[in-house]
Nanobody
Framework: QEQLVESGGGLVQAGGSLRLSCAASGRTFSSDTMGWFRQAPGKEREFVAA????????YYADSVKGRFTISRDNAKNTVNLQMNSLQPADTAVYYC????????????????????WGQGTQVTVSS
């Protein structure tokens, strides 16, 4: 059974950067799509970014486009989220997720499209 473990969260000032990692284990993920979501207090969990494990296709929420970059490290079996120019509105618990199905972009933006989730890592951006 797959396991996803996020790391790299923390406290950063506005304008700063953080790099989140999602370590994937338990099986081969070469045909999967990995996603990052986030959930702020009192809000719904929302899509941030997604990437096919091959790295051939990536998708971003409009709110993070140009600031965040999703990537993978095959040697470490991790999917990373580089977050630059962070703003207080980016404060949330960030989750990685995986789906085996070849969904369209619209479906990949939905929580229900993913089969497994990590436990989340807190990102706090101070003003």
């Amino acid at each position: 059974q797959e396991q996803l473990v996020e790391s790299g969260g923390g406290l950063v000032q506005a304008g700063g950067s953080l790099r989140l990692s999602c370590a994937a284990s338990g099986r081969t993920f070469s045909s999967d799509t990995m996603g990052w979501f986030r959930q702020a207090p009192g809000k719904e969990r929302e899509f941030v970014a997604a990437m096919h494990w091959s790295g051939s296709v990536t998708y971003y929420a409009d709110s993070v486009k140009g600031r965040f970059t999703i990537s993978r490290d095959n040697a470490k079996n991790t999917v990373n989220l580089q977050m630059n120019s962070l703003q207080p509105a980016d404060t949330a618990v960030y989750y990685c997720a995986v789906t085996r199905r070849g969904y369209t972009e619209n479906r990949l933006r939905l929580r229900i499209s993913y089969d497994a989730w990590g436990q989340g890592t807190q990102v706090t951006v101070s003003s």
